[in-house]
C-alpha cells in the first residue's frame, strides 16, 4: 500500500465524515418540520434555518462519490453496482427532499402540508437506508473473486443493519434539533432543547446495541480492538457531552458534539475496514483491499495536487457561507425575520 493510497482512503473517509457532520442536521431539521413545529410560521422558521445552505452541503456526498470513483474505480464500481437499489431509494430521497424546498415555498399555506411531509419523509429516507448500507457493508457481502456482489435480501436487511439505520437517523434527528435551537428564536427554540433531552435517552439505549451487535456481527475487535474500543469510548462520551450540553442551554457545544459523533462513527467505520474496502463474506481472499482497488499512482498524483489546491477554495467558501447566514432565525409573523 503506498502512501497515496492511504491518503485517499484518509480522505474519501474525511469526505462522508463532512457530509454527515453538516448535511446530518439538514436531514434532522428537515424530519423536525412534522414533528417539532405547530403551524406553518413555525415550519416556515425551520425551514429557513438551514434554505441558504442545504444544497451545498449535499456537495460533500457527491464529491465523496467523485473521490471513490477517481481514487478506487474497483470500489466503487463493487459498491454502486452491488448496493443499486439501496442507492437509488437514497437518491429518491434526495430529489423529493431537493425539490420539496421549492415547491413549499411557492405553494399557498392550505397547500403546503404535502411538501412538507415530502421534505420530512426524503430526509427520513436518506440517512436511513445509508445506515442500513454501511452497517450491511461492514458485516460483509457476498464478493466473488471479480469483486462482482451477489447479494440477497437479508444481507441488505437483517437486525444490525436495521439498528444502524434507525442509529444514524436518530442521530441526524438529535443533531437537527440542536442546530434547530443554536439557530433560532422563540417556542420552537425551546421545543428543540426538550425533544433533545427526550431522545437522548433513547439514544443510549441504541449505542448499547450497536456496540454489542458490532462485536458479535463483524471482526473489527479482532482485527482493531484499541481503536475500536477508543471509538466506541469517544462516540459515547462526545454523546454525554451534547446531552449535558443540551440540559445546560449551552446549544453551540451541544451542536458541535452531536455533529463530532456522527464524524467518530465514520472513523469507526472506515478504520475497522482497514486495509479493506470491502469485506467478503465468501472468505477473506475475496477482500477488496486498498492496495489493490486504486487507480494508477499517477492518476492519484494529478489528483492529490487538483485538490490541494481546490480544497482551501471550498473550505473558504463554505466557512464564508455559515458566517454570512449566521444570524438567529424568529418567527415570520414575528417583526423582522431575522435576529
Not at 477517481?70 to 448496493?83: C, D, Q, T
Request: glycine share 10%; aromatic share 16%; proline share 3%.
Amino acid at each position: 500500500m503506498s502512501g497515496l493510497q492511504l491518503l485517499w482512503f484518509i480522505l474519501i473517509a474525511v469526505l462522508f465524515s463532512g457530509f454527515f457532520f453538516l448535511e446530518g442536521f439538514d436531514f434532522g431539521v428537515g424530519m423536525s418540520v412534522q414533528t417539532l413545529a405547530h403551524g406553518e410560521g413555525e415550519k416556515d422558521q425551520i425551514v429557513s434555518t438551514i434554505g441558504p445552505l442545504w444544497d451545498g452541503n449535499e456537495v460533500w456526498l457527491l464529491t465523496a462519490g467523485g473521490a471513490m470513483f477517481a481514487s478506487f474505480p474497483y470500489w466503487y464500481a463493487s459498491l454502486f453496482s452491488g448496493y443499486y437499489l439501496i442507492l437509488f431509494i437514497i437518491l429518491f430521497g434526495l430529489i423529493i427532499r431537493g425539490v420539496s424546498f421549492e415547491f413549499r415555498h411557492r405553494m399557498p399555506t392550505e397547500r403546503k402540508n404535502l411538501w412538507n411531509w415530502t421534505l420530512a419523509i426524503g430526509s427520513f429516507i436518506v440517512p436511513f437506508f445509508f445506515g442500513i448500507l454501511f452497517i450491511s457493508l461492514i458485516q460483509g457481502m457476498p464478493i466473488d473473486e471479480n469483486g462482482n456482489m451477489t447479494a440477497h435480501f437479508t444481507d441488505y436487511i437483517n437486525l444490525f443493519s436495521l439498528v444502524g439505520g434507525v442509529a444514524l437517523t436518530l442521530l441526524c434527528y438529535l443533531h437537527g434539533l440542536n442546530y434547530i435551537a443554536l439557530k433560532t428564536l422563540g417556542p420552537v427554540r425551546e421545543r428543540a432543547r426538550n425533544y433533545a433531552q427526550l431522545f437522548y435517552g433513547v439514544l443510549y439505549v441504541g449505542l448499547v446495541v450497536f456496540a454489542i451487535l458490532l462485536f458479535f456481527k463483524t471482526d473489527f475487535f479482532d482485527r482493531h480492538l484499541l481503536s475500536t474500543l477508543l471509538l466506541l469510548v469517544g462516540i459515547v462520551a462526545l454523546t454525554v457531552v451534547a446531552n449535558i450540553a443540551v440540559v445546560k442551554k449551552r446549544e453551540l457545544l451541544a451542536f458541535l458534539a452531536s455533529g463530532l459523533t456522527m464524524v467518530a462513527l465514520v472513523v469507526l467505520l472506515f478504520s475497522g475496514l482497514f486495509p479493506r474496502v470491502l469485506i467478503s463474506s465468501l472468505g477473506s481472499q475475496y477482500d477488496l483491499l486498498i492496495a489493490n482497488a486504486s487507480s494508477s499512482p499517477y492518476t492519484l498524483k494529478i489528483m492529490t495536487i487538483v485538490a490541494c489546491t481546490l480544497l482551501p477554495f471550498v473550505l473558504a467558501y463554505t466557512g464564508w457561507a455559515y458566517y454570512v447566514f449566521r444570524k438567529r432565525i424568529k418567527h415570520p409573523h414575528s417583526v423582522g425575520a431575522q435576529g
